[in-house]
């Protein structure tokens, strides 16, 4: 099984941008999909979006389309979620998870492989 | 408002068998295979059942899915204190160029 680690808490004044990386052990991540879920304090879980293995196509919610940038760099086992413009709302844990679920083109994937990182929290605040 | 509705709420008393629903459309449960995840907070979520009814290995079998139509259901058995938590059912939807979505939710307090 694949095991993501997360970087580190970060605080960020609104307008800011904040970067935060996943990076994974196991050989079999460069085969997956990556997604970015985040929970905000006290609320459910809201999903931001999803990476292809290659890193050449991605998915956002719409609720998020034009702020946030999902990259992965295989070499290193890393997927990386970028978030611009933070407002204080975006302060919430931001997990990484592998697979999922998902749909690309005409192929769907649903399956037991699901593991997600620490989370991370970033907080938004003047 | 997401688009799978949970119950926010659920309870039962331990060995008690509970069942928490997750109403959708025919854009996503209608279409597609049903995940529910289990919560407590302060963690990360884990897989409970994928693909509708299966169990990853190490989930006890108290806990089952099943679906039909557009709505998904989750069981749970038995009912012990540490099931206390956060439950959410998810799927893919195909509207607005495909996305994964989460129910809102469920917590279980077990009296």
């Known amino acids: 099984q694949v095991q993501l680690v997360q970087s580190g808490a970060e605080v960020k004044k609104p307008g800011a941008s904040v970067k935060v990386s996943c990076e994974a052990s196991?050989?079999?991540?460069?085969?997956?999909?990556m997604h970015w879920v985040r929970q905000a304090p006290g609320q459910g879980l809201e999903w931001m979006g999803i990476?292809?293995?290659?890193?050449?196509?991605?998915k956002y919610a719409q609720k998020f389309q034009g702020r946030v940038t999902m990259t992965r760099k295989t070499s290193t086992s890393a997927v990386f979620m970028e978030l611009r413009n933070l407002r204080s709302e975006d302060t919430a844990v931001y997990y990484c998870?592998?697979?999922?679920?998902?749909?690309?083109?005409?192929?769907?994937?649903?399956?037991?492989?699901?593991?997600w990182g620490q989370g991370t929290q970033v907080t938004v605040s003047s | 408002q997401s688009v799978l509705a949970q119950p926010p709420s659920a309870s039962g008393t331990p060995g008690q068998r509970i069942t928490i629903s997750c109403s959708g459309s025919?854009?996503?449960?209608?279409?597609?295979?049903v995940n529910w995840y289990q919560q407590v907070p302060g963690t990360a979520p884990r897989l409970l059942i994928y693909?509708?009814?299966q169990r990853p290995s190490g989930v006890p079998d108290r806990f089952s899915g099943s679906k039909s139509g557009t709505s998904a259901s989750l069981a749970i058995s038995g009912l012990r204190s540490e099931d206390e938590a956060d439950y959410y059912c998810?799927?893919?939807?195909?509207?607005?160029?495909?996305?994964?979505?989460f129910g809102g939710g469920t917590k279980l307090t077990v009296l």
């Open positions: 998870a592998s697979q999922l679920g998902y749909c690309f083109g005409a192929s769907c994937y649903s399956g037991d492989v699901d593991q």
């Open positions: 998810a799927a893919w939807d195909d509207s607005l160029n495909g996305f994964w979505v």
């Open positions: 693909s509708n009814n």
């Open positions: 025919s854009f996503n449960i209608g279409s597609h295979a």
């Open positions: 990476i292809n293995p290659s890193g050449t196509t991605t």
């Open positions: 196991g050989n079999t991540f460069t085969s997956y999909f």
